[in-house]
Structures are given as structure tokens and as C-alpha cells.
């Protein structure tokens, strides 16, 4: 079952922050965010493990709540080359650890 | 640093005809997998390979077949293309479900 993401789209200007969530309606072992360009591959940005801590370089980090099966991906004072489609990924424990699967994406815009 | 390569990267099929996808790996992963992505709908997991000689359904495998006879290689067939096949596929690779996972470059296939 793919996790939510919220919001779906979010414009920003320069230098502003924004917060992207992902939620689950199973148990999470581990929470994956990437970025995605149009017209390209995702890229990694990061991973977080259950009972592990917040993550982050530069400007992005990410937390990850596992009582409440969220993570939020945090982008303080954006830049231009921040624009692109964000992504979740979640992985569940039990038989279901082994596979990664996919929010639908917040597509997000950083204008000047 | 090849890294991930999926070919063919363009094709386009008529309706009921059958092509195979291959992807490539040479970073030794364990993990592999095909996702499709399709607008407004993410990326959704078709099928993976948690190693050599294994595969396993994902979200969406109705109309695929897959194949790891080699580590390195994890193939995607398709035995009679319907126009609700025509996506975006994407094969991706990881050394284990908690590390990052690397993304090929896609390959667009449209069914007509």
C-alpha cells in the first residue's frame, strides 16, 4: 500500500522552507526520500531507520516518527535547484521488509 | 561508472506484442527492482529480486514477467502489450533494503 504524501504540490520563492510529509498505515522499518528532476531518474537525498535519529546535510533533513508512521522532509531557506518532485518511500517490517514502495510524489516549485 | 542501464531507453509496440527490458547493475547489489511511473500515480513497485535466481510480485506485476538468472541482470518482460502498459519504467538497484537505491535512466515505452 503506498504512503501518503501531503501536500501534493507547494510553490515557493527563494530562500523560503517547506515541509513535505509522508504517512503509513503499517508498521515502518525504514523511510527513503528522493528527488526526481523532469525527464530524469530519482536521486537519493536519505534514509531513515526505526529507532534511529533525525537525518540531514546542508539544508534537508528528514524526521521519522514510528509511533506514528510519519516522516517529514524538512528543506529550510530553498534554493532554485530544489525544485523537482519529492518522493517517500517506506518499508515495512515482517515479510513486507523486503520491498520499497513509493508516495505519489509533492511536486514542489522554487521560483526567484 | 556505469552504474545502473536500462535498454532499450525508447520503444514503441504494437498492442500484443511481446519485448523484454534489461537492466544492468555493476555495483554487485543484492537488490533489484522495476518500478512504473505514470502521472499522478508515483512510482509503483512491478516486481523485485532480493538476489540471484530469486524474484517477487509487487504492486502492480499482472502483465509482467521478470527474470535474475545473473546478479548483475534483472529482466522485464512484457508478453502481450496492452495500452495501459505504455509508462515510464524505471529499474533500480541496492546493496540492501536500508541503503540507497540507484535508478536507471528509464526507459519510455508507449503501446499503440
Known amino acids: 500500500q503506498q504512503p501518503v504524501q501531503s501536500p501534493q504540490a507547494v510553490i515557493l520563492r527563494e530562500g523560503e522552507d517547506a515541509v513535505i510529509n509522508c504517512s503509513s498505515s503499517?508498521?515502518?522499518?525504514?523511510v527513503h526520500w528522493y528527488r526526481q528532476k523532469h525527464g530524469e531518474a530519482p536521486v537519493f537525498l536519505m534514509i531513515l531507520l526505526k529507532g534511529g535519529e533525525q537525518k540531514g546535510h546542508d539544508k534537508i533533513s528528514a524526521s521519522f516518527n514510528e509511533k506514528k508512521q510519519q516522516s517529514s522532509l524538512y528543506l529550510t531557506a530553498s534554493q532554485l535547484s530544489y525544485s523537482g518532485t519529492y518522493f517517500c518511500?517506506?518499508?515495512?517490517?515482517?515479510?513486507?521488509?523486503?520491498?520499497?514502495?513509493f508516495g505519489k510524489g509533492t511536486l514542489l516549485t522554487v521560483n526567484p | 561508472n556505469a552504474g545502473v542501464t536500462q535498454t532499450p531507453k525508447f520503444r514503441v509496440l504494437k498492442t500484443g506484442q511481446s519485448m523484454t527490458l534489461l537492466c544492468a547493475q555493476d555495483?554487485?547489489?543484492?537488490?533489484m527492482y522495476w518500478y512504473r511511473q505514470d502521472p499522478g500515480m508515483g512510482l509503483r513497485l512491478i516486481h523485485y529480486s532480493v538476489g540471484e535466481g530469486t524474484t517477487a510480485k509487487g504492486e502492480v506485476p499482472d502483465g509482467y514477467n521478470v527474470s535474475r538468472l545473473k546478479k548483475q541482470n534483472f529482466l522485464l518482460g512484457l508478453e502481450s502489450a496492452a495500452p495501459s502498459q505504455t509508462s515510464v519504467y524505471f529499474c533500480a538497484s541496492s546493496y540492501e533494503l536500508t541503503t540507497a537505491i540507484y535508478f536507471g535512466e528509464g526507459s519510455w515505452l508507449t503501446v499503440v
Open positions: 555495483m554487485n547489489h543484492e537488490y
Open positions: 518511500g517506506t518499508a515495512g517490517g515482517g515479510g513486507s521488509n523486503y520491498k520499497l514502495t
Open positions: 503499517k508498521a515502518l522499518y525504514s
